[in-house]
């Protein structure tokens, strides 16, 4: 296939079989699943999709691809061309009977919104199996008090229960990237109902800036006074960096902050 790459995509397209078989597999993807594919390149992952998945609505970003991606003819695959980063989520649902299972090769500038929008704007994603920067997988399951947690270790794990099933050499790719990449499966599980988009802001407020301590960062939040921080916080100790609390010590912070 003759394809101009386009950088601004970051596209970086996988072929070998058995690595596509395999990332289906750690999907957990059956005939009874119906699957979202966000960038579909040049159709290699979705082909083994649409030969194991009820039904598979790949997204692709990038019209030039529509003549090759088309060429397929795959029974029980619907191509969208547009931003499903863009598209308003009830559009994309609509393509889909029940929940779905989501899989995605993800550049590295959409990873974290992408992620954010399929967990905190729906519970219809039972699952997101996606092919991320092996630096990205390391957050994405990183636990408190190591470097690597943060915002996006937060979200993850409090939607999901993340695990890295296997990590990709940049060999396997064309064109090569700089970074190995990582296969993460986020299975969906049942959490305290929260506003999501509100929640991730308060996550987001509390690594404002990393080295300082959660009442330097929560300084101003709902107007809140440094001076009352502390009331607010109850037996959580703000004297401490965003990174030493558990996902459920923010969940009660927030709780409080938003009571």
């Given amino acids: 296939m003759e394809h101009k790459f386009k950088k601004q995509y970051g596209q970086n397209f996988l072929s070998d079989t058995n690595l596509l078989k395999a990332i289906v597999s750690d999907g957990n993807i059956t005939q009874d699943d119906e699957v979202l594919e966000i960038g579909a390149g040049a159709g290699a992952l979705t082909k083994i999709l649409d030969q194991t998945a009820k039904k598979v609505v790949s997204y692709e970003i990038d019209t030039s691809l529509q003549p090759q991606l088309l060429s397929l003819g795959l029974a029980r695959t619907t191509f969208v061309f547009a931003d499903a980063l863009k598209e308003d989520i009830k559009k994309i649902e609509s393509h889909f009977s029940h929940n779905y299972k989501l899989v995605a090769n993800l ?45 996006l270790s937060i979200m993850c794990q409090f939607y999901t229960s993340p695990s890295i099933k296997r990590i990709v ?82 969940l009660q912070l927030f709780k409080n902050f938003e009571n």
């Fill in 107 to 151: 550049p590295y500038y959409i990873t974290s919104p992408l992620i954010f929008k399929f967990l905190t704007e729906t519970s219809k994603t039972e699952s997101l199996t996606i092919m991320v920067q092996k630096e990205v997988a390391e957050r994405i399951v990183a636990k408190a008090g190591s470097k690597d947690y943060g915002v």
């Fill in 169 to 250: 050499s940049k060999k396997m790719f064309y064109p090569q990237p700089k970074v190995d990449s990582a296969v993460v499966t986020m299975v969906r599980k049942k959490q305290p109902e929260v506003d999501g988009e509100k929640f991730s802001m308060f996550i987001k407020k509390c690594f404002s800036m990393r080295r300082k301590t959660l009442a330097n960062n929560l300084n101003g939040y709902n107007g809140i006074k440094k001076s009352d921080l502390s009331q607010i916080a109850g037996d959580i100790d703000l004297n401490l960096r965003p990174e030493m609390l558990s996902i459920q010590q923010f």
